[in-house]
């Protein structure tokens, strides 16, 4: 399942208001946090969600923490094992990326932020895990051994990164193997 | 008896402790006239202090405005006149605000709920972006951090102070310490303050040493909230490394302490101690004008 959330619509109708497009205070961030998460509460086992910064002019510390940081936290955790809740982050710019980067430091978070020109990977990751994923990406859908392949190492390594991303549900594991978040109708050469 | 409190002639973040230090010999419910009728200029920090103090008396105080006509006017157009009659009586002359004041980026407006935040976000983005980089030749990036740097101080008072305060945001030439333009964020309350916030964390240890000082390094410096929430603290942090980027000074006044982060462009204290008690927390940040070589 698939869905896309225009933060600003959510912003408008939780502040009642056509005013505003700054997502900004804490309590502003834990009511567009629970309208999400509203949303959320009707998707499947396993969710796709684009959450679109498109149309919001900028948005300070408090307010990233609420709405990014604690909406992946909430998925990430144990807590939600039964669901299986990602996240592509689009229209994100340098306007919004300072206080974004800044709370996922904070939490030790990383997330898919889509780009022109595909998806990347930012936030905390370390260097195993960065070219996991985008090797991953580049494969379209992997398992152990393609990506194993790919990357030059022993399979019990990779089967280690894959599971390590998607605890973190920055790749979907699939039937036929993981997809990264932000891979799904990509075209691949 | 009406007690007279003494505004000085330049009304600023320092020269207000001389009012500070006056009011403390007088409880909260005596009379007091603030006479401001020998004050030439006052910053959005002298302005909004002063706002803070009608709000801390028990009794409705009387203030003299500046006899000054062209201070007074100047006060009118930041709204501090509307603003004050609300919590003073006044007296003196006291005009009427007429048209907009070019270097008031943002008059002096209220913040009591988080709405109020939005309000004064919304307000100053377009101006401090024209004013940002064409007056202080800081690249035009800079005015998101502004904004946030705006929203996350006015937020403190929101989910701190208990009660509502005052924001300020202005331009003007800092010739005695500086030279240049700035643009100060002044934000003022006589709420709880720092060291009541944080003593309100549940079980929370005092260390023996635990006062306004110390509560104002762990929530500035430490970045430290009452809250257990580990994703608290990331305002003033997050205020820190913009104002450090910009070559800019904070500085934040809590009961008996005050603290401030000092460029090198400055002489202030990093830390007073045991100054006379105020109510609330006050906090200016100052963003200089970028010269040639400057930071980036």
């Not at chain 1, 936290?73 to 300072?98: C, M, Q, S």
């Not at chain 1, 398992?143 to 019990?156: H, R, V």
């Not at chain 2, 000054?68 to 006149?81: I, K, L, P």
Request: charged fraction near 25%; aromatic fraction near 6%.
């Amino acid at each position: 399942m698939m869905m896309h959330i225009d933060l600003s619509s959510v912003l408008r109708q939780t502040l009642s208001c056509e005013l505003y497009s700054n997502l900004v205070t804490r309590p502003t961030g834990a009511a567009v946090r629970t309208q999400i998460e509203a949303l959320l509460a009707d998707a499947r086992e396993r969710s796709l969600t684009v959450i679109d910064f498109s149309h919001v002019g900028m948005i300070d510390f408090s307010c990233a923490d609420e709405v990014v940081a604690k909406l992946l936290l909430r998925y990430v955790a144990a807590e939600r094992a039964d669901r299986e809740a990602y996240f592509l982050f689009r229209g994100v710019t340098d306007d919004h990326w300072d206080a974004i980067e800044t709370v996922l430091e904070r939490h030790g978070l990383a997330l898919v932020l889509e780009t022109a020109d595909g998806a990347r990977i930012v936030g905390m990751v370390d260097d195993g895990e960065r070219a996991a994923w985008e090797k991953v990406y580049e494969l379209g859908r992997a398992g152990a051994a393609d990506l194993a392949t790919a990357l030059g190492a022993p399979e019990c390594d990779a089967e280690a990164l894959l599971d390590g991303l998607h605890r973190r549900r920055l790749v979907m594991l699939t039937d036929d193997g993981y997809i990264a978040v932000g891979g799904l109708g990509v075209r691949h050469e | 008896m009406t007690s007279v409190i003494t505004v000085p002639p330049s009304l600023d973040d320092h020269t207000f402790e001389q009012v500070v230090e006056q009011l403390a010999s007088f409880p909260p419910d005596a009379k007091l006239l603030v006479d401001a009728r020998h004050t030439r200029w006052a910053s959005p920090f002298g302005l909004t202090a002063l706002l803070t103090l009608g709000q801390t008396r028990e009794t409705r105080a009387s203030f003299a405005a500046p006899d000054n006509e062209d201070t007074s006017s100047y006060w009118a157009r930041t709204g501090f006149f509307k603003h004050a009659e609300e919590l003073y009586d006044l007296h003196g002359s006291v005009p009427k605000a007429r048209g907009g004041e070019s270097s008031v980026l943002l008059e002096i407006t209220p913040v009591v709920k988080s709405e109020d935040v939005h309000e004064v976000v919304g307000r100053i983005q377009q101006k401090a972006q024209q004013i940002l980089s064409k007056e202080l030749n800081i690249d035009a990036k800079a005015t998101v951090g502004f904004a946030m740097t705006l929203s996350e101080v006015c937020q403190n008072i929101v989910e701190h102070a208990g009660r509502g305060g005052w924001v300020a945001v202005q331009t003007y030439t800092w010739r005695k310490r500086l030279g240049r333009r700035v643009v100060v964020i002044a934000v003022c309350d006589a709420g709880c303050g720092f060291r009541q916030s944080l003593e309100s964390a549940p079980g929370r240890v005092r260390s023996d040493r635990w006062d306004d000082a110390e509560a104002l390094e762990e929530a500035v410096v430490r970045g430290v909230s009452r809250f257990r929430d580990p994703g608290r603290g990331q305002g003033l942090a997050g205020v820190r490394r913009y104002v450090g980027r910009w070559d800019g000074k904070v500085s934040v006044r809590s009961g008996t302490a005050r603290i401030a982060i000092v460029p090198s462009w400055d002489d202030d204290v990093p830390l007073l101690e045991k100054l006379a008690p105020f109510p609330g927390s006050q906090v200016q940040v100052t963003i200089p004008e970028r010269v040639s070589g400057g930071p980036r």
